[in-house]
């Protein structure tokens, strides 16, 4: 595997995105300036099957202890938090100590909010093992929880000093985790041509086939990384537009119970989004056809089914992107232009909830 370097730039806080095999992780995080304890937040899984050669690369440059919670969204609670506080506390991690996030989105969130808060704030190192978490939420220093069903309401900013990416992780994925990263590259797509067209190679990205998948990982990465740079803190509407999908995706995640992967629910919301933008933009109606082809290739869902339209807009008017008690959405005039926000109605979304299984 090609290892590949990108510096994200934000003054005092900046740091190195970076892909390489995980026994290299603790000699690339002293580099850093990092030292003393770490506690590796993870899951049974990921340790069972990538863990060895990340131990024996920390063990040679720091004291480090784990701390394994469950997978799944609803350890990225209180009830979560709570239980790293207390590995935090065991470990005696003390304010120039770091929490390393080896796992997927929840690991991440779950793990870079305990840092930003642990003695009032700790060091953060990303290690991502998911297709969201290496092309989306490890990067760019957003963490939290969610409350009461609702995502990532409690939460914070908080840089890591380090993000460093094992492709070769993404091969032990199941099919559906693996889909459920899709739909996050398939949302680049939208905002990026370049990443639209390596979409083309859907047969090989499916395949994981190391080229096209390690170009395709990176590229998303990439295009983060610059939309991070011009807008850390999501006040300037540069940093909103990552949100494509998400404002309808993220209470149907709720809805659901979470028994809908947060991709999976992604995917709905790519939908929703991308017929508001024919309505409202004159987006394609060719690249709209398009979109559902390449979602139900990676298997992802198109129509809404088992979740309760009612709490979706309970959920959805909570959205953190409500401003005035209106609900502001991303939309797509063509692939690589997004643009927001646009207020749209609740009746305007109401009838899209509703046109669900005619949407396709």
Not at 31 to 47: A, E, N, Y
Not at 152 to 163: E, S, T, Y
Not at 198 to 223: D, F, H, Q, T
Not at 229 to 243: M, W
Request: hydrophobic share 40%; glycine share 10%; charged share 25%.
């Amino acid at each position: 595997m090609k290892h590949t370097v990108r510096k994200l730039r934000l003054a005092d806080r900046s740091y190195n995105v970076r892909t390489g095999s995980l026994f290299d992780l603790g000699a690339k995080a002293a580099d850093t300036g990092l030292k003393g304890k770490v506690l590796i937040l993870s899951h049974p899984r990921v340790m069972r099957l990538h863990g060895k050669p990340l131990l024996e690369g920390l063990k040679r440059y720091f004291d480090a202890t784990i701390c394994e919670i469950p997978e799944g969204e609803k350890s990225k609670s209180e009830t979560g938090l709570s239980a790293v506080y207390n590995a935090c506390q065991r470990g005696r991690l003390e304010k120039n100590d770091t929490i390393v996030c080896f796992g997927g989105g929840v690991v991440g969130d779950l793990g870079g909010y305990a840092a930003a808060n642990w003695s009032r704030g700790i060091n953060v190192v990303q290690v991502p093992t998911t297709v969201v978490s290496q092309v989306d939420s490890s990067i760019g220093g957003k963490t939290g929880i969610d409350w009461k069903s609702i995502k990532n309401r409690i939460g914070a900013f908080k840089q890591p000093r380090l993000v460093f990416m094992d492709i070769s992780t993404l091969s032990t994925l199941s099919e559906r985790q693996f889909n459920n990263g899709m739909a996050e590259v398939i949302k680049y797509g939208l905002l990026s041509e370049k990443v639209w067209r390596l979409l083309y190679e859907r047969e090989s990205i499916a395949a994981r086939g190391p080229p096209v998948l390690e170009k395709i990982v990176w590229e998303c990465a990439n295009l983060k990384c610059d939309i991070v740079e011009q807008d850390e803190f999501d006040t300037k509407g540069l940093r909103a537009k990552l949100n494509l999908g998400h404002t309808i995706g993220h209470a149907i995640e709720g809805a659901s119970g979470f028994r809908l992967l947060h991709g999976e629910a992604v995917s709905l919301g790519l939908v929703a989004a991308a017929k508001l933008s024919m309505e409202r933009l004159g987006f394609d109606i060719g690249r709209y056809a398009a979109l559902l082809r390449l979602l139900r290739h990676f298997n992802l869902p198109t129509s809404l089914k088992d979740v309760d339209k009612k709490e979706v807009m309970k959920i959805m008017l909570s959205d953190k992107k409500v401003e005035g008690g209106k609900l502001r959405f991303v939309l797509v005039e063509r692939i690589g232009k997004v643009t927001f926000p646009h207020v749209v109605s609740e009746k305007e979304v109401r009838k899209v909830l509703d046109r669900y299984p005619t949407l396709t």
